[in-house]
């Protein structure tokens, strides 16, 4: 692989770092797979339109809500980065942030499944690299 996918998917959150998640569906494969990490409410594995419905609803969750996307890495058909997300949880006035590692695996530039990580060293080994 080369640095092509890094863009495609770097491209892709540079509007979602300004709040804008209304494209975010237009770079997913129609059998798109969603891998929502232990700690996160509702974790799971979620298939097509159900992976679609649990990002919106997280998305949709937040007022304020963004994704900065940092520290990419090529690994063959994934994409090893690290997002630190910000918002308000609605009803609330407290602002909070998390940040996440993310391994995405590309099929013909669209990405056909996405994995979240809380911690570095796991999202590592699903991407298949090592520190």
């Known amino acids: ?19 804008d998640f209304s494209r975010w569906f237009d770079e997913v494969t129609d059998d798109f797979v969603f891998v929502a990490s232990p700690e996160v ?3 799971g594995t979620y298939h097509g339109e159900a992976a679609r419905d649990w990002i919106s609803a997280w998305v949709g969750s937040f007022e304020g809500h963004t994704m900065e996307a940092s520290d990419f890495v090529d690994a063959g058909d994934k994409v ?31 990405v056909a499944r996405a994995e979240v990580f809380p911690e570095r060293d796991q999202a590592l080994e ?3 690299l090592s520190e």
């Open 1 to 19: 692989m080369s640095q092509e996918k890094v863009e495609i998917v770097r491209a892709m959150f540079e509007p979602i770092a300004r709040g």
């Open 41 to 43: 409410p509702d974790a």
């Open 80 to 110: 090893f980065f690290t997002i630190l997300q910000r918002g308000r949880p609605h009803g609330s006035q407290l602002p909070v942030e998390g940040r996440w590692w993310v391994v995405m695996t590309l099929r013909d530039d669209a």
């Open 126 to 128: 699903a991407a298949g």
